[in-house]
């Protein structure tokens, strides 16, 4: 993927140039293995610190919110399922944006690449498919399809859903994935194995809010955990005020998920949170088949009413 | 300064003769990660880590604390009536704390214990723990600690210091306290170690490859600093979460609440994060730190300039790495501290240079 | 879909229960906290979702 980057250093420099956006969101290399920072490109000199590779996996949507200026911004197919949910909610303007579309073959994991090589990760370059990891101890080779993030390897939107400029022709979409699949595996538990499985998965969370924040639609100018008058959830540690926390953020995505993965990606000591949002995700689909940020002319399912909604929770 | 030799054979046996007269924490590997936990007998440390993923800095300063507790029974004659909490301040010693964790907790001490000010909570814990440090053979390619005012093999902060050699360990007795530790723990006999321990510290340093500049920044103008046209681009990528403030060892800040359930109630402090919103708001609703660039360039200003100015003990960070390797965004310290240092190459203050 | 995430993270399905009753629906709304209070009553006193003081340090 890692070609796209010279059409996108000229896509820049040109919009720049032209003056068709004050400024461009992109990604530049980063100081550690596996990781791009998010950047912000305002000359068209300094166009040639943008980057693209299969580290960019952070959504460059929340970035634009309540922003002004004309901006020129890469979009990955979900980044661009959240500039239309962003837009939607009226967080940016279409007429603010030339929405510069990158098709995604998936971005890769570097938890999992941790998890399955020996010593300190020192260098991870990619190659096509091949992903090879240089450790203290060695060199080992992956498919990139093994060390993809999960969203991603079961993503069906690689193509952004709007664009004004494409860097390459769009990849082809996924078809035959299960999205659902680990959603199905806590459906299958029985009530006390759910809660004991929640209990384990939410035991590291630190309450950072790396997940909160690095999510698109989280933009709240004051977030309930972080209101006082009434204070909605405690503020220490304890597991229920962790759960509470994780759970309201959770349903305040409801049917505007994408399942980008920012939050998980995000989270430095690696919680699943995105089953929370995938299980909202998968009933919105099952009850409203709605998926999140498709379409400009559509309301999402939870701000719309419809005759036909399904009402059978009401008895 | 005595150096004792432990044969590894003999550090199980050892530790158990320790936990007699006191409680015992060292690190622990949990999924995948290691973090520092109180060890149940006959549980031996995991010492084979590189760097704990969280700082032990919670050892003293947990991440929620209860203070003070009381009851709003009104029957009760002691209704609303704040008491100290009932906790246990008995000895313990941290087995397998790295150099550069000791050392924060050194720096941090300098803001929980001042002459104005003690902090009962933070010196009660530090004051009954032994630190047991575990030098550093193999620091991560994000070590920077020998540019940070520490170092794989430092000192300070610790009691005793554990070098690994193939079928033992040097400790060195660095205070009373270690001393008395490895006297509870049955490690008597002295060797001279001094020379081994200087070959493994120098290869050590050796090394570690990753630097921080910070030589200008004490001569640096702070307005200069405050005010330099790179603000922008160092926090542009910042979402505001507290990954960083949260793993540094360095990082003290907290937050009091009182919770109260069923008419009785605590009064805790949590770990805070200057990297939070709301960690500025005024009552009346005005926050001074209104916006990112504003709180990211707190961070780096207090790390790396108010700090070194107040107290002259050089940063306020001992090179870790913990924030540049789990900051979501890869916003890396080292990089804003190059680019403050050469604003203070120019930019000069006579006064601070003092 | 809140009741159906509940449930997801192991909260009992009559733990939680809507209802759309008019005004003028009295029987209706004495039938359906009848039906609700029996349902809870069966299941026991809430054990999850409850915070009874902070289990902290």
Redesign the interface.
């Known amino acids: 993927m890692s070609t796209y980057t010279d059409t996108m250093r000229e896509t820049a420099r040109r919009l720049l140039q032209e003056c068709k956006v004050e400024l461009v969101i992109g990604f530049r290399r ?3 293995p596996m ?6 490109v305002r000359k068209p000199e300094d166009a040639d610190q943008l980057v693209w590779d299969s580290n960019c996996g ?1 959504n460059l949507a ?2 634009l919110t309540n922003r002004k200026e004309k901006i020129g911004i890469f979009a990955k197919g979900c980044d661009s399922r959240n500039i239309v949910t962003h837009i939607l909610e009226n967080k940016v303007q279409r007429d603010q944006l030339t929405v510069i579309g990158v098709p995604c073959l998936g971005m890769i994991d570097k938890r999992k690449i941790a ?1 399955a090589t020996e010593g ?1 990760i ?1 260098e991870v370059t990619e190659n096509g498919d091949t992903i090879t990891v240089k450790t ?1 101890a060695g060199e080992k080779q992956f498919a990139k399809a093994e060390v993809m993030q999960q969203n991603c390897s079961v993503c069906t939107h690689r193509n952004p859903v709007i664009h004004d400029e494409m860097i390459a022709d769009p990849v082809p979409e996924q078809t035959d994935v299960d999205p659902y699949a680990d ?1 199905a595996a ?2 299958a538990m029985d ?8 209990d384990d998965l939410l035991d ?1 969370c ?5 997940c ?3 999510c698109p639609l989280c933009y709240c100018p ?1 977030c309930f955990v ?1 209101e006082s008058k009434p204070q909605w959830v ?8 962790v ?2 926390f994780h ?1 309201l953020r ?2 305040h995505c ?1 049917g505007r998920c994408t399942d980008c993965g920012a939050c998980e ?6 919680i699943n949170m995105r089953l ?1 949002t995938k ?2 995700n998968k ?2 689909k099952e ?1 409203y088949d709605w998926e999140a940020g498709l379409s400009l002319d559509k309301r999402p399912a ?1 701000d719309s009413y419809q005759a036909n909604d399904p009402e059978n ?3 | 300064m005595k150096v004792i030799k432990i044969e590894k054979s003999q550090w199980a046996e050892g530790l158990e003769k320790a936990r007699q007269s006191m409680r015992l924490i060292g690190p622990v590997a949990e999924k995948g990660y290691h973090s520092f936990q109180e060890l149940a007998p006959g549980q031996a440390p995991d010492l084979d880590f590189q760097n704990s993923r969280l700082s032990p800095k919670g050892l003293a300063f947990p991440q929620s604390e209860v203070m003070l507790t009381y009851t709003m029974d009104k029957n009760d004659p002691e209704c609303g009536i704040m008491k100290e909490a009932d906790k246990d301040y008995g000895p313990r010693a941290v087995i397998g704390i790295r150099p550069c964790d000791a050392k924060a907790l050194a720096l941090v001490k300098m803001n929980f214990d001042t002459d104005e000010y003690k902090d009962p909570y933070w010196l009660n814990l530090y004051n009954a723990t032994t630190f047991v440090g575990l030098a550093c053979d193999a620091p991560c390619a994000t070590c920077f600690c020998t540019t940070a005012g520490s170092g794989p093999f430092d000192e300070q902060g610790l009691d005793v210091l554990l070098v690994d050699q193939p079928e033992h360990y040097l400790a060195k007795a660095l205070t009373d306290k270690g001393t008395q530790w490895l006297q509870a723990a049955g490690f008597t006999a002295e060797t001279d170690g001094a020379a081994a321990i200087d070959k493994a510290k120098s290869a050590a340093q050796a090394r570690i490859t990753a630097k921080i500049e910070t030589e200008h920044l004490r001569g640096a103008d702070t307005m200069a600093l405050y005010n330099a046209d790179f603000w922008e681009d160092v926090a542009f990528a910042c979402i505001n979460c507290g990954t960083c403030t949260f793993t540094c060892p360095t990082c003290w800040c907290f937050d009091i609440q009182d919770e109260t359930s069923r008419g009785q109630g605590v009064r805790m402090r949590n770990w805070d994060s200057c990297m939070f919103p709301i960690f500025t708001v005024h009552t009346t609703g005005h926050n001074p730190r209104d916006t990112k660039i504003h709180r990211v360039r707190q961070r780096f200003m207090h790390k790396l300039k108010y700090f070194v100015d107040k107290y002259d003990q050089g940063i306020m960070c001992v090179g870790c790495g913990r924030c540049v390797n789990q900051c979501p965004v890869n916003i890396d310290i080292r990089r804003a501290s190059a680019l403050m240092n050469r604003v203070g190459q120019d930019a000069r203050c006579a006064v601070q240079e003092g | 879909m809140m009741k159906n995430l509940l449930e997801f993270m192991g909260v009992e399905p009559d733990r939680i229960h809507f209802s759309w009753i008019s005004s003028a629906e009295s029987t209706k709304f004495v039938e359906v906290v009848n039906k609700i209070t029996a349902k809870v009553k069966a299941i026991g006193p809430n054990q999850r979702f409850v915070k009874q003081a902070a289990k902290v340090a």
């Not at chain 1, 990781?35 to 912000?40: I, V, Y």
């Not at chain 1, 405690?234 to 005020?241: P, T």
């Open positions: 980063g100081s550690r990781m791009n920072e998010p950047c912000l952070i929340n970035y998890a300190e020192l203290a959603v806590i459906d009530l006390e194995e759910r809660w004991a499985y929640f590291p630190i309450r950072c809010y790396a909160r924040n690095a004051t972080d405690g503020k220490g540690q304890d597991a229920m005020d759960r509470t759970f959770a349903y409801a990606r995000a989270c430095p000591v690696g929370l299980k909202l009933d919105c009850l939870l929770f009401i008895k």
